[in-house]
T-cell receptor
């Protein structure tokens, strides 16, 4: 049972446009969500997170939106840059404790074309 | 800050041998370290959670006798793949979480280790 799902395996966007990556979860106990960026043969790099008490968190070009009732979150990147091309994973956990287990989605490969 | 290293970055071994992978938190002390495995074009799958000074907690389906985890100090955890076989070939990634009060609430990931078993 996949508790965190990223239904789009890939996404192609023109440079300068908005990239929207989606993530759905099924476990209502999840209350802290994170997005990671990963290049091949490297470990994931933390991008941005959001607590379930919020519906939006913004950090520079990255904004994460959370819709608790729909159990859906999205990552917006604007403007998209070629260097953003990577695999993006959303992850969820119960509680804001750093030691809590992360459950990852399957990832979405973003390709930003110059 | 919050750098996690892994060694080696790549290892090729013969079937039947054992391989040890080290995960170190370089500039912080980690209460908990996690070990993940990623197969090509798939997500990161948690293998086990490692707490300093205690036995690791393994996820369902992960053989604890095959994947030995030792968390000897607050900055070092090791994963030993015993009697490796070709199906163990994968990308192994560790992550670490700082001690409480460090101001962080994310896991910091190492760069990963590519294991190829011939």
């Amino acid at each position: 049972d996949q508790q965190v799902k990223q239904n789009s395996p890939s996404l192609s966007v023109q440079e300068g446009r908005i990239s929207i990556l989606n993530c759905d979860y099924t476990n209502s106990m999840f209350d802290y969500f994170l997005w990671y960026k990963k290049y091949p043969a490297e470990g994931p790099t933390f991008l941005i997170s959001i607590s379930s008490i919020k519906d939006k968190n913004e950090d520079g070009r990255f904004t994460v939106f959370l819709n608790k009732s729909a159990k859906h979150l999205s990552l917006h990147i604007v403007p998209s840059q070629p260097g953003d091309s990577a695999v993006y994973f959303c992850a969820a956990k119960r509680g804001n404790n750093a030691g809590n287990m992360l459950t990852f989605g399957g990832g979405t490969r973003l390709m930003v074309k110059p | 800050g919050a750098v996690v290293s892994q060694h080696p970055s790549r290892v090729i071994c013969k079937s039947g041998t054992s391989v040890k992978i080290e995960c170190r938190s370089l500039d912080f002390q980690a209460t908990t370290m996690f070990w993940y495995r990623q197969f090509p074009k798939q997500s990161l799958m948690l293998m086990a959670t490692s707490n300093e000074g205690s036995k690791a907690t393994y996820e369902q389906g992960v053989e604890k006798d095959k994947f030995l985890i030792n968390h000897a100090s607050l900055t070092l955890s090791t994963l030993t793949v015993t009697s490796a076989h070709p199906e163990d070939s994968s990308f192994y990634i560790c992550s670490a979480t700082p001690l409480a009060g460090g101001g962080y609430n994310e896991q910091f990931f190492g760069p990963g280790t590519r294991l190829t078993v011939l």
